[in-house]
């Protein structure tokens, strides 16, 4: 016989529900707009329970951040961290995998770190450092993708991986940002399409 929907899982299973829940309520809403109410309704989850998990809203918050960058930097290794492809060929196949989760969530959600750091960023000091963190963190990793490319020679020897990788993240996540508000993946499309075209280009030809 199923379980009613009012009663609590196991305790990990619970906190992990919880978290994928909110997670999908806070990208959509925002974290200041998402009640706890509303998490505990969709997850199925006794109003009690919550703070047997989390000792407060802000904790919970913190726990869907570190849950959504746990995931990702898995879809990380699974496009940047890739050693079938080439290094630029890992870059487009993350951009090009962007695109797809944009479409696919109907311009719903976007990137929960980016549209919390917007909202959050300058009203709680807790959620601004842990989101610079993982911002910081994927931006070595976009470093480290692209120093490889410059070693194999996909992109010009002067050129400098860490400025490079900023110059990604900060237009990603404004394109991203701008494919939300506009419904349309154009935006996002066009900054990998320059990014690829016009900055990185062809490696210079090596002097004779």
Do not use: H
Request: with cysteine; charged share 25%.
């Amino acid at each position: 016989m199923t379980a009613p929907k009012s009663q609590a899982k196991p305790s990990n299973d619970t906190r992990a529900e919880l978290i994928r829940v909110g997670g999908d309520i806070i990208a959509q809403r925002g974290f200041n707009s998402t009640g706890i109410n509303a998490v505990l309704k969709e997850a199925g989850v006794p109003k009690g329970s919550f703070y047997y998990y989390f000792a407060s809203k802000e904790d919970f918050g913190l726990a869907v951040i570190d849950g959504f960058a746990a995931e990702y930097n898995a879809q990380l290794d699974r496009t940047l961290g890739n050693p079938a492809l080439s290094p630029l060929e890992r870059i487009r196949r993350y951009l090009d995998m962007g695109v797809s989760d944009m479409q696919s969530c109907d311009y719903c959600r976007g990137c929960l770190i980016g549209n919390l750091g917007q909202e959050l960023a300058g009203q709680n000091e807790s959620f601004r450092l842990r989101l610079d963190s993982i911002f910081s963190d994927w931006q070595a990793r976009f470093a480290e993708c692209l120093e490889q490319a410059r070693e194999q020679g996909e992109i010009d020897a002067s050129a400098d991986p860490r400025s490079l990788a900023q110059l990604m993240q900060m237009g990603w996540q404004g394109a991203t940002l701008r494919s939300k508000v506009s419904k349309s993946v154009e935006p996002m499309a066009q900054f990998a399409s320059m990014f690829f075209d016009q900055i990185l280009g062809r490696p210079r030809a090596k002097p004779q």
